[in-house]
Structures are given as C-alpha cells and as structure tokens.
C-alpha cells in the first residue's frame, strides 16, 4: 500500500474563514472544476452552472460561507490572494446581477436561490462534505463533477486517489508515530530536523524556509488584527469581539502601531500566571474572531482550530523569546508532522470525527512543538502530543446557528492553554515510563470518531446548537 505523503504546506494552508472544509475546500472545488473545464476547452460553452450541496455542507453551508466560498471560487478568485474586505461586495453583485463571470472571464446566468441547491436531507457515502458541480453546455450537452471536502482544505474529485500531489521518495518515510520515533533514534535528528530534510524531497530548503516564513506572516498578522479590531461577528448571534478588549485592557490602553512594539510592551509587563494565561486566551480568540469574519488565517490544521498553534507559539515568542526565525522555522515544521500522523492515522475533518479532530489534534500539534522548542527529546515532544489529545478524547462538533464562533472560538483558548500544559507536562517526565502512545491515541480518536453519532459532527443538529433557541437565515 501506497503511504500517504503529507508536506508542511498540506498541513498549514493560508486562506478564508470561517471553515477549512465547509469554506477553503469547496473554494478549492469550485476552482478544481473550473481549471478542469478550461483544460477540456469547455469554459467558453457553459450555458449554465448549478451546484449541489450534500450532508454537513448542506445543514450548515451558510453559517460556514459555503456558498460565498463556492461563488468566488467559480468566479476565479483565490482565498491566498482576495483582499478580505471585498469578499462581501464581489458575492453581493453577482447576486443582485444574475451572472456570474466563470473563471473571472466568461458571463453566465446565475440565480443564487435556483442555482445553488442546499440539499440538507441527503448525504453522499464517501463523506459528509460533498459538493456536485453541473454545467450545462451548449448543444444540450452536461457534465457533472462532485468532490469531497475532507478537512484541512484538501480536497477529493470522486473517482480520483485521494492525494493528488507528486509522489516523492522522503528519505524519512512517516505513516505513524512509531515510524517518526525510529527515524528519530537512528539518525539522532530531531523532529524538526527530520521534517525539514524529507521537505528537500519536494522543494529546496530555501524555498520551504521561504514558505514557511509567508505562513508565520500571515499568523502575526491575523493575531495582530485581531488583537485591534472591534465590533461585532456577522452571522447573527451577535458576538462581541474580545479579544480587542482584553488585548486593551492588559496592555494598558496605550496602542502600539506595529507588531515589534507590541510584543517588547507585552513581554514588559512581566510573566505571572494570570497575565501569561490572559495573554494565549487573548491571541486564541483574536484570531478565531478574525476567522469568523471572514479574514485572512493559516489552516493550523483546519480553520475551526486555527487559533490554538498560533497562540501558543506566540506564547514560545513573547514569553520565551522565540522571536527567531529559526525558531518559528522549527516550531511550525514539528507541528506539521504531529498533525499529518492524525490525519493519515484518523482524520482532521469535524464532519468526520467532531471537535476532537480539530481542536484535539489542533492541541497536540502545539504541544509538541513548544515542547521540542523548549528543550524536549523526541520522546517527550511525542509524549506531549499524546497527552494533549489524550484530554480532547470525544469532543463533539455542535455549532450553534452553523457558525464557527459558539462554542468554537473558546475552544481554540482551551485547546492552547492544554498544549502549553501537556508540553509541561512531558517537559517534566519520563516519556520511557508513559502508559500511553501516541499511536495508541491515534487510534483511539479514529475509533471514537467512528463510535460518534453524527449530531455531533458538524451537522448542528445536537448538543448545544439544538439547546440554545436562535433565530438565523435559513438555508
């Protein structure tokens, strides 16, 4: 059997919010289908399009940005690239128009409320999150295309294997934690080290520095805008924006025009338990805040989680001085591979597995990154991980109104004030004497997952998003 192979790029993937498989990955979709129609020399016969939306997709698709995903998808734009602030306006007009420029280039027809079908009550096999694209061509003749939104952003067209990136020959083969610690022993390597030498198998070492430094950007920013943003969260529940205010209330009043300035006037006020712990909550839910509005973030490893690695590595910069590139370098590239042994071993998708697959592998990714930066073996960065996700075991999914914001935008506060424990935790025992493996948790938030009834996998169909009485747009 083929191995999966999983780069720091499949793991971390800079994009939209508020969801990596509701939003990032029916973006990706719609862009997929619209490249494959141009590759077919088909674009310029599309009479029209018609998209079906199935399972979680469908009961939670407009709380996600679903259908504003798929629009700006089909409409040629990129969630790397799209200035945020116009999302809104470009999915406005092609509504009040009527047309929709596929591909950014050829006008069709397009009537949101006809041409886009939330079809809440059926589901496809292969997975939760699935979307059929329909383009009818001149000449009376159709094609039709579905593909799965695994989580993470990755993206499955039906029929196709499910990775379609290059197969390369890594020199330090991963499909389990067992594997990682082997490599580990036998070359002396640290994770990092070893997750830095397979990535020379796709791309120099330069360029994934490179790459990986344009992700930490994007996470600076985000925290940093988050940090200094007010207002409320669309959406309808009517969510205030926190961390403004508490990022205001610790820092003084006083504002800092630029990120350098901020972080020397947060390391100033010292590092007492209750300050330390405000701060991680205060990064988490900026960036969470910024997710559900839209904004600009990095997939850590999916949107719903991806407060929880940022604000605990900006806990390692403010409050270890990890403000170092090699550092960050470093930081990113263990959790990377924490995160891809949950995927190939279970899943990183909520519609799959509940929260558990994300903040809880969200967590453990963190954990035994800043436990390898503070000093840890390769054991002990392992054992971090396992105890991180050993305490999200059964985390179930059940946003409130559909929305990534109740009770998700906490979680990512809970899931990095773990990490930080868990990496404590490992810091200061034998891994040699733990009781538990990290592949053993592996599987067991497979089994869990499998075990899990499907109210609580993203459906907001149990728990809390049955509980709490809302009034929001329907699909």
């Given at each position: 059997m083929?191995q999966?192979?999983v780069?720091i790029?499949d793991m971390f993937?800079?994009?939209?919010?508020p969801s990596?498989?509701?939003?990032?990955g029916?973006?990706?979709?719609a862009?997929?289908?619209v490249?494959?129609?141009?590759?077919?020399?088909l674009?310029?016969?599309v009479?029209?399009?018609?998209?079906l939306?199935?399972?979680?997709?469908?009961?939670?698709?407009v709380?996600?940005?679903?259908?504003v995903?798929i629009?700006l998808?089909?409409?040629?734009e990129?969630?790397?690239t799209?200035?945020?602030?116009?999302v809104?306006a470009?999915v406005?007009?092609?509504?009040q128009q009527g047309?929709l420029?596929?591909?950014?280039?050829?006008y069709?027809?397009f009537?949101?409320?006809?041409?886009?079908?939330f079809l809440?009550g059926?589901?496809?096999p292969?997975?939760?999150?699935?979307v059929?694209?329909q383009?009818?061509l001149?000449?009376?003749?159709?094609?039709?295309?579905?593909y799965?939104?695994i989580g993470?952003?990755?993206?499955?067209?039906?029929?196709?294997e499910?990775s379609?990136?290059?197969?390369?020959?890594?020199?330090?083969?991963?499909?389990?934690?067992n594997?990682?610690?082997?490599?580990c022993?036998?070359?002396?390597?640290?994770?990092?080290?070893?997750?830095?030498?397979n990535?020379?198998a796709?791309?120099?070492?330069?360029e994934?520095?490179d790459?990986v430094?344009?992700?930490?950007?994007t996470?600076?920013?985000?925290?940093y805008r988050?940090?200094h943003?007010?207002?409320?969260l669309?959406?309808g529940l009517?969510?205030?924006r926190r961390?403004?205010?508490?990022?205001?209330?610790?820092i003084?009043g006083?504002?800092?025009?630029?990120?350098?300035s901020?972080?020397?006037?947060?390391?100033?006020?010292?590092?007492?338990?209750?300050y330390?712990?405000?701060?991680?909550?205060?990064f988490?839910?900026?960036?969470?805040?910024?997710?559900?509005s839209?904004g600009?973030v990095?997939?850590?490893?999916?949107n719903?989680?991806?407060g929880?690695?940022?604000?605990?590595?900006q806990?390692f910069?403010?409050f270890?001085?990890g403000?170092?590139e090699?550092?960050?370098i470093?930081?990113?590239a263990t959790?990377?591979e924490?995160?891809?042994?949950?995927?190939?071993?279970a899943?990183?998708?909520?519609a799959?597995?509940?929260c558990q697959?994300?903040?809880g592998?969200?967590?453990?990714?963190?954990?035994?990154?800043?436990?390898?930066?503070?000093?840890?073996?390769?054991r002990?960065?392992l054992?971090?991980?396992?105890?991180a996700?050993?305490?999200h075991?059964?985390?179930?999914?059940?946003?409130?109104?559909?929305?990534?914001q109740?009770?998700?935008?906490?979680?990512n506060?809970?899931?990095?004030i773990?990490?930080?424990?868990?990496?404590?935790?490992?810091?200061?025992?034998n891994?040699?004497?733990?009781?538990?493996?990290?592949?053993a948790?592996?599987?067991?938030m497979?089994?869990?997952?499998?075990?899990?009834?499907?109210?609580?996998?993203?459906?907001?169909?149990?728990?809390?998003a049955v509980?709490?009485?809302?009034?929001l747009?329907e699909?």
């Amino acid at each position: 059997m083929v191995q999966e192979q999983v780069s720091i790029f499949d793991m971390f993937k800079i994009g939209i919010g508020p969801s990596s498989s509701h939003t990032l990955g029916p973006w990706r979709a719609a862009q997929r289908f619209v490249e494959r129609l141009a590759e077919r020399g088909l674009l310029t016969e599309v009479e029209s399009v018609k998209v079906l939306l199935y399972g979680s997709l469908a009961k939670t698709g407009v709380g996600h940005g679903t259908d504003v995903a798929i629009l700006l998808g089909l409409g040629g734009e990129d969630p790397v690239t799209i200035a945020v602030d116009e999302v809104n306006a470009k999915v406005s007009q092609t509504k009040q128009q009527g047309q929709l420029a596929l591909g950014g280039k050829y006008y069709i027809p397009f009537v949101y409320q006809d041409d886009i079908l939330f079809l809440a009550g059926e589901s496809l096999p292969f997975h939760p999150n699935a979307v059929t694209f329909q383009a009818l061509l001149a000449g009376g003749k159709a094609l039709s295309e579905t593909y799965y939104s695994i989580g993470g952003g990755f993206i499955v067209r039906d029929g196709e294997e499910s990775s379609t990136k290059q197969e390369v020959d890594l020199p330090f083969p991963v499909q389990h934690a067992n594997d990682l610690l082997h490599w580990c022993i036998r070359t002396g390597l640290k994770v990092s080290e070893l997750v830095l030498e397979n990535e020379q198998a796709w791309r120099s070492e330069a360029e994934t520095r490179d790459g990986v430094l344009r992700l930490f950007e994007t996470i600076r920013d985000c925290i940093y805008r988050g940090c200094h943003t007010t207002g409320v969260l669309p959406g309808g529940l009517h969510v205030d924006r926190r961390a403004y205010k508490l990022n205001r209330k610790l820092i003084g009043g006083r504002p800092y025009h630029d990120y350098q300035s901020w972080v020397s006037a947060i390391r100033a006020g010292g590092d007492n338990f209750q300050y330390t712990l405000d701060w991680v909550s205060c990064f988490a839910l900026a960036v969470n805040e910024e997710n559900a509005s839209f904004g600009r973030v990095v997939t850590a490893p999916t949107n719903g989680a991806a407060g929880v690695i940022p604000a605990v590595l900006q806990y390692f910069i403010v409050f270890h001085n990890g403000l170092d590139e090699e550092h960050i370098i470093r930081f990113i590239a263990t959790a990377s591979e924490i995160g891809s042994i949950f995927k190939k071993g279970a899943t990183i998708s909520a519609a799959m597995g509940g929260c558990q697959a994300e903040i809880g592998v969200s967590s453990a990714m963190a954990a035994g990154a800043l436990t390898e930066r503070l000093g840890g073996s390769q054991r002990q960065v392992l054992m971090a991980a396992e105890i991180a996700m050993e305490h999200h075991l059964g985390l179930t999914c059940d946003p409130i109104g559909g929305l990534v914001q109740v009770p998700c935008i906490e979680r990512n506060t809970m899931g990095a004030i773990k990490a930080i424990t868990a990496a404590q935790l490992a810091l200061q025992s034998n891994p040699d004497k733990a009781k538990v493996s990290l592949d053993a948790v592996v599987k067991t938030m497979w089994e869990t997952a499998q075990d899990m009834n499907i109210k609580y996998k993203e459906t907001a169909d149990g728990g809390l998003a049955v509980n709490i009485p809302l009034s929001l747009p329907e699909c």
